[in-house]
């Protein structure tokens, strides 16, 4: 119940509504960053997105940041058809990140990155296998993901070694295909990204 509730909330924020009644346990007509980073502390998490427990000594949370933008699609070629078919294909992220102070912290794109100053960024890819689950079909996936190979992350990301995409809204690619191959769209989604590393 707790993670329906939570998800409903998040899907108002996505939609910039005024209000978010019906959403609230104390009838707030506002979500702020900071709530949805709180409440993202009370998600319960699948196996395949909760980090390993790098026993003896464990995990540290580096940050925690709240997204809201866009997911980017573009059209392309859909493989074997004739006549032609297209289909969208995930061009990238464009987001602001925000602090627990609700503050705008710095940007989060294609790459994808995460970068609070030219001094603080971090570019992350996919493992293998994907580590990726969907609580909410109607959302882009939960996922975990490491440091990209050959980008060193900077700042007050050096020492991260996953990040986690969690509490997401929003962001799936239409169900209407493209009709020409320069259609693009995008789509409104938020999301919680943790940054975490490995205790020395």
Known sequence: MKIKLFLKCLLAAVLLT?????????????????YYIMKSEDLLFDSVID?????????????TYYAMGVQKYK?????????ILYEWVLAGPKAVLFDAGNKKIGSHG????WELSPAD??????????KAVTPDGSSIPWLQLMPKNGRTPTGIFLNVAYIQR???TGGKAPTVAPV????????KYTAVYRFSKRNQ
């Open 166 to 168: 969690i509490a997401t």
């Open 75 to 83: 059209s392309q070629v859909k493989a074997g058809t004739n006549p």
């Open 18 to 34: 005024g209000t978010a009644g019906g959403c609230s346990e104390e009838n707030s007509v506002f979500y702020s960053p900071s």
């Open 121 to 130: 960024s971090i570019f992350a890819q996919q493992f293998n296998p994907v």
């Open 180 to 187: 020409s191959l320069s259609d693009t769209v995008d789509v």
């Open 51 to 63: 980090l390993p427990a790098n026993l003896p000594t464990g995990n540290s949370r580096v940050a």
């Open 110 to 113: 294609a790459g994808p990155f």
